[in-house]
C-alpha cells in the first residue's frame, strides 16, 4: 500500500523559510510525477509546483522564484523548498505523486502558516 508522509510545515515569519519533504512508501516501480499542491481556507487547491522523473518543473506564477521543487527518485522523496515567504502562501500543502498508469496518490496535508 501506497502511503505519501509529509513533513516540514509549521509557523514562520513572513520573509523567512522552510522546506518541505514528502517520502513515498510501498513503492515498486515508483512515480512519473511528483508534486506539491496547497489549499488555503475558503479556496481551492491549487498546484504550486510538479516535476516529472526526469526533473522537468513547473510551478505557480504566485510562487515563481521563490519556491524549489526536487526529488530523490532512489528515495521516492520529493521537497518544496519555500522561501521569502508572503502571508498568502498559508495553506495546506499536500503532496502528490502518480503512477505511469495515471493512478495518483495524496498525503494527508501538512499546515504552513506564515506570520506578519
Known amino acids: 500500500q501506497v502511503q505519501l508522509v509529509e513533513s516540514g510545515g509549521g509557523l514562520v515569519q513572513a520573509g523567512g523559510s522552510l522546506r518541505l519533504s514528502c517520502a513515498a512508501s510501498g513503492v515498486i516501480f515508483g512515480f512519473n510525477a511528483m508534486g506539491w499542491h496547497r489549499q488555503a481556507p475558503g479556496k481551492q487547491r491549487e498546484l504550486v509546483a510538479g516535476?516529472?522523473?526526469?526533473?522537468?518543473?513547473n510551478y505557480a506564477d504566485s510562487v515563481k522564484g521563490r519556491f524549489t521543487i526536487s526529488r530523490d527518485n532512489a528515495k521516492n522523496t520529493v521537497y518544496l523548498q519555500m522561501n521569502s515567504l508572503k502571508l498568502e502562501d498559508t495553506a495546506v500543502y499536500y503532496c502528490?505523486?502518480?503512477?505511469?498508469?495515471?493512478?495518483?496518490?495524496w498525503g494527508q496535508g501538512t499546515q504552513v502558516t506564515v506570520s506578519s
Open positions: 516535476i516529472t522523473r526526469s526533473g522537468s518543473t
Open positions: 502528490n505523486a502518480v503512477r505511469a498508469d495515471f493512478v495518483d496518490y
